[in-house]
Protein backbone atom coordinates (compact mmCIF):
# COMPACT_ATOMS: atom_id res chain seq x y z
CA UNK A 1 0.00 0.00 0.00
CA UNK A 2 0.96 3.25 -0.41
CA UNK A 3 0.33 6.15 1.62
CA UNK A 4 0.76 9.94 0.03
CA UNK A 5 2.40 11.77 2.64
CA UNK A 6 2.07 16.09 2.23
CA UNK A 7 5.33 18.34 3.69
CA UNK A 8 3.91 21.72 4.14
CA UNK A 9 7.46 22.99 1.75
CA UNK A 10 7.60 26.80 2.92
CA UNK A 11 10.81 26.26 5.40
CA UNK A 12 12.16 23.69 7.16
CA UNK A 13 13.55 20.36 6.73
CA UNK A 14 11.89 19.24 3.95
CA UNK A 15 13.73 16.22 2.56
CA UNK A 16 14.75 15.23 6.00
CA UNK A 17 11.08 15.34 6.85
CA UNK A 18 10.07 13.02 4.00
CA UNK A 19 13.12 10.35 4.24
CA UNK A 20 11.68 10.06 8.10
CA UNK A 21 8.50 9.36 6.53
CA UNK A 22 9.86 6.95 4.08
CA UNK A 23 11.54 5.03 6.46
CA UNK A 24 8.76 4.57 8.73
CA UNK A 25 6.21 3.64 6.45
CA UNK A 26 9.18 1.01 4.85
CA UNK A 27 9.20 -0.60 8.64
CA UNK A 28 5.70 -1.23 8.45
CA UNK A 29 6.05 -2.16 5.01
CA UNK A 30 4.14 0.87 3.24
CA UNK A 31 5.33 2.82 0.31
CA UNK A 32 4.99 6.44 0.79
CA UNK A 33 4.67 9.38 -1.93
CA UNK A 34 5.71 12.47 -0.68
CA UNK A 35 4.69 15.56 -2.08
CA UNK A 36 5.25 19.43 -1.30
CA UNK A 37 2.36 21.67 -0.31
CA UNK A 38 2.93 25.27 -1.57
CA UNK A 39 -0.14 26.37 -3.09
CA UNK A 40 -4.00 24.65 -2.25
CA UNK A 41 -5.55 21.64 -4.07
CA UNK A 42 -2.69 19.26 -2.48
CA UNK A 43 -3.31 18.36 0.86
CA UNK A 44 -7.12 17.33 0.24
CA UNK A 45 -5.41 14.26 -1.53
CA UNK A 46 -2.91 13.45 1.44
CA UNK A 47 -3.24 10.75 3.89
CA UNK A 48 -0.91 12.31 6.14
CA UNK A 49 0.39 15.77 6.75
CA UNK A 50 3.26 17.27 7.96
CA UNK A 51 3.92 20.79 9.32
CA UNK A 52 8.29 21.47 9.72
CA UNK A 53 9.79 24.13 11.52
CA UNK A 54 11.01 27.57 10.48
CA UNK A 55 9.89 30.64 11.24
CA UNK A 56 5.98 30.84 12.70
CA UNK A 57 4.95 34.31 11.45
CA UNK A 58 6.13 33.47 7.38
CA UNK A 59 4.46 29.91 7.49
CA UNK A 60 1.10 30.96 8.89
CA UNK A 61 0.85 33.96 6.54
CA UNK A 62 1.63 31.86 3.44
CA UNK A 63 -1.24 29.05 4.87
CA UNK A 64 -3.62 31.59 4.77
CA UNK A 65 -2.39 33.52 1.34
CA UNK A 66 -3.14 30.21 0.03
CA UNK A 67 -5.82 28.95 1.16
CA UNK A 68 -3.85 26.16 2.32
CA UNK A 69 -4.92 26.85 6.41
CA UNK A 70 -8.84 25.73 5.88
CA UNK A 71 -7.65 22.71 3.72
CA UNK A 72 -5.54 21.49 7.04
CA UNK A 73 -8.30 22.23 8.99
CA UNK A 74 -10.58 19.78 7.22
CA UNK A 75 -7.63 17.49 7.26
CA UNK A 76 -7.72 17.01 11.18
CA UNK A 77 -11.27 17.24 11.04
CA UNK A 78 -11.62 14.18 9.15
CA UNK A 79 -8.99 12.44 11.33
CA UNK A 80 -6.65 12.46 9.35
CA UNK A 81 -3.23 12.33 10.88
CA UNK A 82 -0.93 15.44 11.32
CA UNK A 83 2.98 15.72 12.74
CA UNK A 84 3.81 19.39 13.17
CA UNK A 85 7.39 20.05 14.53
CA UNK A 86 8.86 23.13 16.31
CA UNK A 87 7.66 25.96 14.63
CA UNK A 88 4.99 23.75 13.00
CA UNK A 89 3.44 23.18 16.97
CA UNK A 90 3.06 27.15 17.14
CA UNK A 91 1.13 27.37 13.52
CA UNK A 92 -1.15 24.64 14.73
CA UNK A 93 -1.77 25.73 18.08
CA UNK A 94 -4.80 27.72 19.80
CA UNK A 95 -2.91 29.90 21.23
CA UNK A 96 0.66 31.03 20.31
CA UNK A 97 1.00 34.37 22.05
CA UNK A 98 1.89 36.30 19.39
CA UNK A 99 -0.86 38.00 17.57
CA UNK A 100 1.52 38.19 14.78
CA UNK A 101 0.85 34.03 14.04
CA UNK A 102 -2.47 33.03 12.60
CA UNK A 103 -2.95 29.79 13.95
CA UNK A 104 -4.68 26.52 13.00
CA UNK A 105 -6.52 25.91 16.05
CA UNK A 106 -5.92 21.98 15.43
CA UNK A 107 -3.66 21.38 18.44
CA UNK A 108 -5.10 22.69 22.04
CA UNK A 109 -2.12 24.00 23.51
CA UNK A 110 -0.58 27.54 24.33
CA UNK A 111 2.76 27.85 23.40
CA UNK A 112 5.92 29.77 23.77
CA UNK A 113 8.17 30.81 21.21
CA UNK A 114 11.39 30.53 21.26
CA UNK A 115 11.04 29.77 24.85
CA UNK A 116 14.43 27.31 25.15
CA UNK A 117 16.59 30.11 23.67
CA UNK A 118 18.40 31.47 20.30
CA UNK A 119 19.98 29.46 18.09
CA UNK A 120 23.36 29.12 20.38
CA UNK A 121 21.24 27.86 23.27
CA UNK A 122 19.88 24.42 21.27
CA UNK A 123 20.48 21.24 22.50
CA UNK A 124 20.02 17.59 22.23
CA UNK A 125 18.12 15.40 24.84
CA UNK A 126 17.11 11.68 25.46
CA UNK A 127 13.47 11.48 26.22
CA UNK A 128 11.13 9.07 27.12
CA UNK A 129 8.42 8.89 24.99
CA UNK A 130 4.84 7.79 25.32
CA UNK A 131 5.04 5.29 23.21
CA UNK A 132 8.65 4.13 22.71
CA UNK A 133 10.33 1.53 24.18
CA UNK A 134 13.90 3.76 24.66
CA UNK A 135 14.53 7.62 24.92
CA UNK A 136 14.33 9.53 21.85
CA UNK A 137 16.80 11.93 20.60
CA UNK A 138 15.77 14.86 20.46
CA UNK A 139 16.95 18.39 19.00
CA UNK A 140 15.88 21.23 20.70
CA UNK A 141 16.61 24.83 18.02
CA UNK A 142 15.19 27.90 19.22
CA UNK A 143 12.44 25.51 20.54
CA UNK A 144 8.68 26.62 21.76
CA UNK A 145 7.63 25.94 25.31
CA UNK A 146 3.99 24.41 25.67
CA UNK A 147 2.82 26.01 28.31
CA UNK A 148 -0.49 25.36 28.80
CA UNK A 149 -2.56 21.77 27.12
CA UNK A 150 -6.37 21.61 26.75
CA UNK A 151 -8.17 18.57 28.80
CA UNK A 152 -8.33 16.19 25.84
CA UNK A 153 -4.50 16.64 25.06
CA UNK A 154 -2.16 13.71 25.70
CA UNK A 155 1.47 14.69 26.79
CA UNK A 156 3.56 12.60 25.09
CA UNK A 157 7.31 13.81 26.83
CA UNK A 158 8.48 16.36 28.90
CA UNK A 159 12.03 17.54 29.32
CA UNK A 160 12.59 19.72 32.61
CA UNK A 161 8.85 19.35 33.66
CA UNK A 162 7.54 20.87 30.61
CA UNK A 163 5.67 19.48 27.72
CA UNK A 164 7.97 19.15 24.94
CA UNK A 165 5.46 16.09 22.94
CA UNK A 166 1.69 16.20 22.76
CA UNK A 167 -1.00 14.41 20.86
CA UNK A 168 -4.75 15.80 20.18
CA UNK A 169 -6.91 13.47 18.58
CA UNK A 170 -5.04 13.29 15.00
CA UNK A 171 -2.44 15.74 15.63
CA UNK A 172 1.43 15.26 17.01
CA UNK A 173 3.29 18.55 17.97
CA UNK A 174 6.67 18.44 19.08
CA UNK A 175 8.73 20.97 20.14
CA UNK A 176 11.88 19.38 19.09
CA UNK A 177 13.33 18.66 15.66
CA UNK A 178 12.84 14.62 14.96
CA UNK A 179 14.03 14.62 11.26
CA UNK A 180 17.36 16.06 12.65
CA UNK A 181 18.53 12.14 13.64
CA UNK A 182 18.69 9.00 11.85
CA UNK A 183 15.48 7.83 14.13
CA UNK A 184 12.18 8.06 12.84
CA UNK A 185 9.95 6.31 15.69
CA UNK A 186 8.73 10.21 16.60
CA UNK A 187 6.96 9.83 12.82
CA UNK A 188 5.78 6.26 13.04
CA UNK A 189 3.98 7.34 16.15
CA UNK A 190 2.30 10.28 14.61
CA UNK A 191 1.57 8.17 11.38
CA UNK A 192 1.71 5.07 11.31
CA UNK A 193 1.70 3.52 14.77
CA UNK A 194 -2.24 4.49 15.25
CA UNK A 195 -5.27 2.07 16.11
CA UNK A 196 -7.19 4.45 13.89
CA UNK A 197 -5.23 5.10 11.39
CA UNK A 198 -7.43 6.09 8.27
CA UNK A 199 -5.06 4.84 5.60
Not at 88 to 105: H, P, Q
Not at 112 to 134: K, Y
Not at 171 to 195: K, M, N, Q, W, Y
Amino acid sequence: MTVKAGVVAVQGDVSEHADAIRRAAASHGEDAEVVEIRKSGIVPDCDILLLPGGESTAISRLLAREGIDDEIRDHVAAGKPVLATCAGLIVSSTDANDERVDTLDVLDVTVDRNAFGRQVDSFEAPLDVTGLDDPFPAVFIRAPLIDGVGDDVEVLAEWDGRPVAVRDGPVVGTSFHPELTDDPRIHDLAFFAREEAVF
